[in-house]
T-cell receptor
Framework: EADIYQTPRYLVIGTGKKITLECSQTMGHDKMYWYQQDPGMELHLIHYSYGVNSTEKGDLSSESTVSRIRTEHFPLTLESARPSHTSQYLC????????????FGPGTRLTVL | AQKVTQAQTEISVVEKEDVTLDCVYETRDTTYYLFWYKQPPSGELVFLIRRNSFDEQNEISGRYSWNFQKSTSSFNFTITASQVVDSAVYFCALSEVPGGGADGLTFGKGTHLIIQP
């Protein structure tokens, strides 16, 4: 069973606030990802990481930033939230040398008022 | 570049009907992996199946079955005797490189399946 966690599950916040979405995995996976998804719509990759101190931007441009100081932790930060950031954010991880299967966290539903 | 097409945006059937979700993919590699994920209303993505390009055997798991045909670049998913709990968005995905390429999986846009009681 996949062990990947995201907090908070739901977040409602005002415009201009700084927020950090947490993602942790206990599987020792080197690769981690962040996806942005509007409800029921396609997934857009916004950030990924190959390992500690590695961060890359994905296909969809995002104003968020990420860091990877520890293997198990891949937080996403928005310095100044805006209503256009309202979405679901899904974190995932996978191992090198495997099939590419990604294990997903439960997601964070962010609403910016 | 790889691409996954799920042409059916939404399917609505009555409970107990069989339903097939289509997935067509494009890749230049001979080695690749295909996946199906389920996303219920709660939002998490649930892994259903993984197939590698060298294994064209169809697979059955309970009411679920998958038909992989390399000749048509398709990896279709059938639910037999559908149930209301099957209502979800289903995503087909492709990985060209073992372990995932630079950007991991390529997802289709998803098919929203509605099972009416």
């Amino acid at each position: 069973e996949a062990d990947i966690y995201q907090t908070p599950r739901y977040l409602v916040i005002g415009t201009g606030k700084k927020i950090t979405l947490e993602c942790s995995q206990t599987m020792g996976h080197d690769k981690m990802y962040w996806y942005q998804q509007d409800p029921g719509m396609e997934l857009h990759l916004i950030h990924y990481s190959y390992g500690v101190n590695s961060t890359e931007k994905g296909d969809l441009s995002s104003e968020s930033t990420v860091s990877r100081i520890r293997t198990e932790h891949f937080p996403l930060t928005l310095e100044s939230a805006r209503p256009s950031h309202t979405s679901q954010y899904l974190c995932a991880s996978s191992e090198f040398g495997g099939s590419g299967e990604q294990f997903f966290g439960p997601g964070t539903r962010l609403t910016v008022l | 570049a790889q691409k996954v097409t799920q042409a059916q945006t939404e399917i609505s059937v009555v409970e107990k009907e069989d339903v097939t979700l289509d997935c067509v993919y494009e890749t230049r590699d001979t080695t690749y992996y295909l996946f199906w994920y389920k996303q219920p209303p709660s939002g998490e993505l649930v892994f259903l199946i993984r197939r590698n390009s060298f294994d064209e055997q169809n697979e059955i798991s309970g009411r679920y079955s998958w038909n992989f045909q390399k000749s048509t670049s398709s990896f279709n998913f059938t639910i037999t005797a559908s149930q209301v709990v099957d209502s979800a968005v289903y995503f087909c995905a492709l990985s060209e490189v073992p372990g995932g390429g630079a950007d991991g999986l390529t997802f289709g846009k998803g098919t929203h399946l509605i099972i009416q009681p």
